[in-house]
């Protein structure tokens, strides 16, 4: 079983996650080109514009631990209304295939349509094949382009319908 906790990504715990992260998206990035570490800006994810989680599980020893993190983030307006991007979405290798990743994407959704979005929407690489299927069985669909992610080969996006 998988919990969340509010965070900042300057929390030295999510730092250390998003550290994480980065280092498997350069290592796992294509060859013959470069992954560009972007940076994390901490306003973008603050609780009026978007939501910055800790995913809590266990460790290997399987003590609890944060063992992945993730966050929305306020983007302009899309055709549907207001959007929210998923960013940085990450689950340590050990806590993968039990369902961790996609708690953090549907708690991620919760939020967004909770704040009033009326779409979620991501970048990803087609290289990240796992994490694509996983936003494929969410109900994620290729979209134009909403950015210029150096980092992206592919754009989705999902309505999302309001809180009852």
Sequence with gaps: MVTFRDATPTDPIAAA???QYF???AEGFPDGREY?????DAAQFAPSSGAFLLVEGENLAGEPADVGCGGIR????GRLGPRREVKHVWVQPHARRIGAGR????ELERRARESGARELVLDTHDAQTA???LYAALGFVDIEPFNDNPNA????????????
């Design 17 to 19: 996650l998003l550290d």
């Design 23 to 25: 280092a498997a998206r």
């Design 36 to 40: 560009r570490r972007p940076t994390v």
């Design 74 to 77: 306020t983007i302009p307006d």
């Design 103 to 106: 708690a953090l994407m549907l």
């Design 131 to 133: 994490a694509g299927a």
């Design 153 to 164: 080969t592919r754009w989705l996006g999902k309505p999302l319908l309001p809180s009852a």
